[in-house]
């Protein structure tokens, strides 16, 4: 079965309905969440993508992120993903929201054309990072990486991550006011 999505105007109002695929094949706007993961002792854990995704193969991403499906808003997409992914049953109160952007972006492995609007949220993660559930087919596993390494990659390293994660990693900081 394939999964549809809702599409949006600018104004993130829902204007219909359309196939997952169609919408990355056309650009059209949507909606998504991603969910950054820091720990207590200044570590950002980042979910490493498997490599047959169809989206951005083998790089690491946001320890959380999915479409937001029909239905459902920013904030119940990301309890609900944070679950399939990690196996972390969090409430909404465990979230702090950081910010909600228009992004475009095209993954130049696989032509995809990703157009939404996203909101990101953060969660203080206290436990241990080989304790988090991968969730089978869409991930090889999760990575802990300090935040001073973060701000201080080089070329190579950068090459890991999907591009505007690392970007929107900052933000995250920025949003907390480090107050890690």
Known sequence: MKSLLNVVNEN????????????????????????YFLTPDK??????????????????????GGHVEIGDSYLETAIKETKEETGLDLKAEDFIFINKTRRHS?????????????????????????????ETGKAVGFEAWAIDKIMDLNDAEKKRFIPYILEFSKTVLLELNNNL
């Open 12 to 35: 993130d109002e829902i204007i219909g309905e359309e196939e997952r695929g169609e919408i990355h094949r056309r650009g059209l706007l949507h909606r998504e969440v991603h969910v």
């Open 106 to 134: 095209e993954d130049p492995a696989t032509g995809k054309i990703n157009n939404v609007f996203g909101e990101s949220y953060a969660y203080i993660f206290k436990g241990d990072v080989n304790d988090l559930k991968v």
């Open 43 to 64: 570590k950002f854990i980042f979910q490493h993508r498997a490599p047959d995704k169809d989206s951005y193969p083998d790089l690491l991403d946001a320890a959380v």
